[in-house]
């Protein structure tokens, strides 16, 4: 594997010490154990008793510092090449987790994340994953940082946008079920009929009670231009058969994509709960009234 940024790395013989690129590190070259990514011997470091891999600048193994109840050693730095490159310039993102409007730091190595991507992130002390929206990125030195490099976090990992087991319900309903399609006519709606999907021209909607999606039925409202809250229209998904068995939970589903698209707004309220979202140039919101 090729390695953009030459690397130097040796130990002297009359000596015990470590020299990454003429930085002094207390440590030795382990000449058992390779790095599966590019084959080079692991390293050795004293005061974190951690290997790392000094030309692919990773740690060989999960940081377990957190956890750690008695700290023998010293809380190893993000990335290892901050050793012999002190003011590297590091990516971070902001993020958010909805309902909330406070913004918290991570430190984002991986440069694929962008504005607007749902992540997984760890919180709190026992670092829980929890979803969040990026709401900027950008560098900053090692040496200048947003918060703290000793306590910040690492995002843990970018969220699939595209979920296939969702996909694959949105098929066989479009093939097998009845459809109201809205893409063409948005008076295709008749409030009597058992439907299974909502076809818009953003997306499918349907209801999974207990994970499996069930007849519904649809309803419309049709704003005046004068209504406080004006919207061009309102569907309304109600289960057709409101009288469960064996209740778990009841779902509304959709195959739009909401973790890339730009969340406005909570909708939510007494006896309802919803977000608004931008889809392309559509302002869509989804309210849920589990009491009507
Ligand atoms: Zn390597």
Known sequence: MPHSVEITVYEPEDDYALYVNGVELEGFIDEDSICKTCGANQCYLDDYDEYFCPYCNIWMYKDYWDRDETHYFKRRPLEPELLWKPCKELNFCNVRFFPNDK????????????????????????SQLKEAQVTEVYKRQANKPPFPLEKIKKVERKLSTINEKIIETKNS??????????????????SKQAYDILKTPIGNFWLELNGSPIKISIGSHYPNNDDKYYVEASYYIKPLNPHFEKFKSLTICSDIDLRSARLIDNLGGEHKEGYNWQVDNIDLGIVAHPYS
């Open 103 to 126: 913004e918290y730091v991570y430190y984002c190595p991986d440069e694929s994340i962008e504005k607007f991507d749902w992540i997984e992130v760890p919180v709190g002390n026992r």
């Open 173 to 190: 309903l479009i093939r097998e079920g009845i459809i109201c399609d809205l893409s063409k006519a948005k008076d295709a709606i008749n």
